[in-house]
């Protein structure tokens, strides 16, 4: 599995752990920046990821910022990308097997121990496949299409 992964300087360091811990697991990481604690402007990473995984170059992504809401709103305004900010292993779970998401969204001052397990959580769980979900997720492709009228 190839995972996408960016940050902006205050989720620099969250993104370096687990950077290292995606990589002893045996995941493919790609590393999009930043590349330092220098104030940096989010959206730019969260796009370069987005579109990444939007693009099937990468299979998830996972992006953090100093509280994971700026770069999950920023990824959401690329097409196809269903990214959640999450900060329990709870909603990891629900947000992969209801919202079928594909970006992980992360408060970069958490503790790298809650990080870690929200990210085995969210990749270990599969999409549930409901009914209920599916149709929900094909409105949302649709108004992304302009093709679902309100």
């Known amino acids: 599995m190839k995972i996408a992964i960016a940050s902006d300087h205050k989720g620099y360091h ?11 697991k045996g995941y493919e990481v790609l590393d ?7 104030s940096t402007d989010y959206p730019k990473y969260a796009f370069m990821l987005a579109n ?15 509280t994971g809401i700026g770069v ?15 900060d329990n292993i709870k909603e990891a779970k629900l947000t992969r097997m209801d919202n079928d998401a594909n970006v992980l ?12 397990d929200i990210v085995d959580t969210f990749f270990k769980t599969p999409f549930s496949n409901d009914e209920r979900h599916l149709r929900r997720l094909k409105m949302i492709k649709d108004y992304e299409d302009g093709t679902y009228e309100c």
Do not use: F, H, Q, W
């Not at 995984?53 to 953090?64: C, F, P, R, T, W």
């Open 32 to 38: 999009l920046g930043t590349d330092s604690v220098i």
């Open 72 to 86: 999950s709103i920023a990824c959401n305004k690329v097409k196809g990308i269903r990214c959640a900010k999450v």
């Open 105 to 116: 969204a992360l408060n970069g001052t958490m503790p790298n121990y809650r990080a870690k």
């Open 52 to 66: 990444k995984v939007a693009n099937k170059e990468a299979d998830y992504g996972i992006i953090s910022c100093g």
């Open 14 to 24: 969250l993104k370096t752990t687990l950077i290292t811990y995606l990589t002893k």
